[in-house]
């Protein structure tokens, strides 16, 4: 069982920036592909970055491109996402996520088997 919690979220105004952090249970960390999702009030969760075991390739959603980006530190058992220019439509609560699968997309909800509690982000106009 890997316990993921997420911290970092808040209130900012658009176009500013925020550093979340997903810090696992798991001391083989390094075993496990790591995504951040996103859910906005009264829509699905969707994809927003994904990263390897190694942090050597990672993944992202469109919307993000340019503006947000995943790292992973495999000594601390940490997964980062790094947000600039926030704009109002990046208003959601923000899960990070863990899988242990080998192969397989990395945009895909069902792909990753534990998740964490969420941290809600709220960017104001």
């Known amino acids: 069982q890997v316990h993921l919690v997420e911290s970092g979220g808040g209130l900012v105004q658009a176009g500013g920036s925020l550093r979340l952090s997903c810090a696992a249970s798991?001391?083989?960390?390094?075993?496990?592909?790591m995504g951040w999702f996103r859910q906005a009030p009264g829509k699905g969760r969707e994809f927003v970055l994904g990263?390897?075991?190694?942090?050597?390739?990672?993944y992202y959603a469109d919307s993000v491109k340019g503006r947000f980006t995943i790292s992973r530190d495999n000594a601390k058992s940490t997964v980062y996402l790094q947000m600039n220019s926030l704009k109002p439509e990046d208003t959601a609560v923000y899960y990070c996520a863990a899988s242990s699968l080998s192969g397989g997309s990395y945009y895909q909800v069902g792909q990753y088997d534990y998740w964490g509690q969420g941290t809600q982000v709220t960017v104001s106009s």
């Open positions: 990263i390897s075991r190694s942090g050597g390739s990672t």
């Open positions: 798991e001391r083989t960390f390094n075993a496990y592909r």
